[in-house]
């Protein structure tokens, strides 16, 4: 399954090298963080040649949405977005972490939504949701984290 969202991941890099040189280095990383997140989501839906065709889907999807929201953010952005995510997974269950960029209206929002334990290795894990607010435009996505054994998180959808 590894294998099959790194090749979808790599797919999607070589689309966003292929956009126009000007969209800068925002759109291609979201981009190519968007279709490993979308590979990832979509290699969890189905089995067999389903399974396939939902991790490729689930990246182009997951590619293009994150080129929209990557054309729009800027390094301070991404920086809150990265550590409102980190700051979640700490949190109390359902406490938005907030931050509002002071130079524009784009807003990040990260909320723990949910705990557990891992099947197989019983690490903590917690669910949360992103919420990027971007020119007035809202778009959310989900994930999950596992706390390592030093402590530190470890992002596995």
Same mark, same amino acid.
């Given at each position: 399954?590894?294998?099959? !969202?790194?090749?979808? =991941?790599?797919?999607? &890099?070589?689309? &966003?090298?292929?956009?126009?040189?000007?969209?800068? #280095?925002? #759109?291609?990383?979201?981009? !190519?963080?968007?279709?490993?997140?979308?590979?990832?989501?979509?290699?969890?839906?189905?089995?067999?040649?389903?399974?396939?065709?939902?991790?490729?889907? +689930?990246?182009?999807?997951? &590619?293009?949405? +994150?080129?929209?929201?990557? &054309?729009?953010?800027d390094k301070a952005d991404r920086a809150a977005?990265?550590r409102n995510t980190y700051q979640s997974f700490?949190?109390?269950?359902?406490?938005?972490? !907030?931050?509002?960029?002071?130079?524009?209206?784009?807003?990040?929002? !990260? =909320?723990? =939504?949910?705990?557990?334990? #891992?099947? @197989? =290795?019983?690490?903590?894990?917690?669910?949360?949701?992103?919420?990027?607010?971007? @020119?007035?435009?809202?778009? #959310?996505?989900?994930?999950?984290?596992?706390?390592q054994p030093d402590g530190s998180w470890k992002?596995?959808?």
């Amino acid at each position: 399954m590894l294998k099959k !969202v790194v090749i979808a =991941t790599a797919m999607v &890099a070589m689309l &966003a090298g292929c956009q126009n040189s000007n969209a800068g #280095q925002k #759109q291609t990383g979201g981009a !190519v963080l968007g279709g490993l997140i979308g590979g990832l989501a979509g290699s969890q839906i189905g089995g067999g040649s389903g399974k396939l065709w939902a991790t490729g889907a +689930g990246a182009v999807l997951g &590619a293009l949405l +994150g080129s929209e929201i990557g &054309a729009s953010l800027d390094k301070a952005d991404r920086a809150a977005l990265e550590r409102n995510t980190y700051q979640s997974f700490n949190a109390p269950l359902n406490q938005p972490i !907030v931050w509002d960029n002071p130079n524009n209206s784009n807003r990040v929002i !990260v =909320t723990p =939504t949910a705990e557990g334990r #891992q099947q @197989g =290795t019983g690490a903590y894990c917690r669910e949360y949701q992103q919420t990027i607010i971007v @020119g007035g435009r809202s778009e #959310q996505a989900f994930g999950r984290a596992c706390q390592q054994p030093d402590g530190s998180w470890k992002i596995v959808s």
